[in-house]
């Protein structure tokens, strides 16, 4: 398994995947920066009338409804459908999902569309999956991972998506597996819009890997490990920033191999 996760790794830097990212302003540069050291190329665009052409050149989307506006609503489902009807794959990111009503509705209206991929942390998923037992705080999570596991387990079964629950352990679920990864740091939740990181890495690697829940473990294995190593020689989240985007870059396969904890 590890030694396939590393081949899907270099298969994103060979192919160079072009993702289209509708998602929220706080983390735009960063998420830029990850999928060009991750091998892909980052998309950034809101606009109605292009919404249709950027699906027909880009081959993964990302919906990520992180800072909510009426305007990019009505982009994402544009552009949401255009993947829908290319059979493109794309990766909703439910950032707050149970914080607001608007969110909330939002979100029952994006899900609906059926996403291939779903990426969020415990509480997100579980406000998702309207079987929310927990608060959610911002965008924090405020549940552990396996919380959230029943949560995953129906969305993955009403939407056909493989889901992925971020936490301390990685827990990666479609209707027939589940992989569970052990790495990163707790320093990476210093770094604001890590999941939103994660999300566009996944969406690079679906792009690319047909089967959704390898792509997604591979994405997350990815930048566990990565988070893990650079972590070591970070003085602080400012220095983990720039050394997770260094490593991504740089990463070699016995890097990998040794540190990745992966279960199924």
């Not at 302003?25 to 920066?33: E, G, I, P, R, S």
């Not at 052409?53 to 506006?69: F, K, R, S, W, Y």
């Not at 305007?71 to 949401?80: C, D, H, L, N, R």
């Not at 552990?144 to 889901?163: G, H, I, P, R």
Request: net charge neutral; glycine share 6%; proline share 3%.
């Amino acid at each position: 398994m590890k030694d396939l996760l590393w081949k899907n790794i270099q298969t994103v830097k060979q192919q160079s995947p072009l993702i289209h990212n509708i998602t929220n302003y706080v983390v735009m540069n960063n998420t830029a920066n990850a999928l060009l050291a991750t091998g892909a190329s980052p998309i950034m665009a809101h606009a109605h009338p292009e919404m249709v052409d950027m699906m027909n050149i880009c081959q993964a989307l990302v919906i990520n409804i992180g800072t909510l506006d009426e305007y990019w609503v009505t982009s994402m489902k544009k552009a949401i459908s255009q993947a829908n009807q290319l059979q493109k794959p794309w990766v909703l990111d439910p950032v707050g999902a149970g914080a607001t009503p608007y969110r909330d509705k939002v979100l029952a209206e994006l899900v609906a569309l059926k996403p291939t991929i779903i990426r969020g942390n415990a509480s997100e998923i579980m406000a998702l999956a309207k079987n929310n037992t927990s608060s959610t705080k911002g965008v924090d999570s405020s549940a552990e991972s396996n919380e959230a596991v029943a949560s995953a387990k129906f969305l993955a079964e009403k939407f056909q998506a493989t889901v992925c629950i971020s936490g301390a352990t990685d827990i990666i679920i479609n209707q027939k597996r589940e992989i569970h990864l052990s790495n990163g740091h707790p320093l990476m939740a210093k770094i604001t819009g890590m999941g939103c990181t994660a999300t566009a890495i996944i969406a690079a690697f679906s792009a690319v890997i047909e089967d959704k829940l390898e792509a997604t473990v591979s994405a997350m294995a990815l930048l566990g490990v990565v988070g893990q190593l650079a972590a070591a020689e970070s003085k602080g989240p400012g220095s983990l920033q720039i050394n997770i985007l260094d490593k991504l870059h740089s990463i070699t396969e016995a890097e990998f191999i040794s540190t990745l904890k992966i279960t199924e």
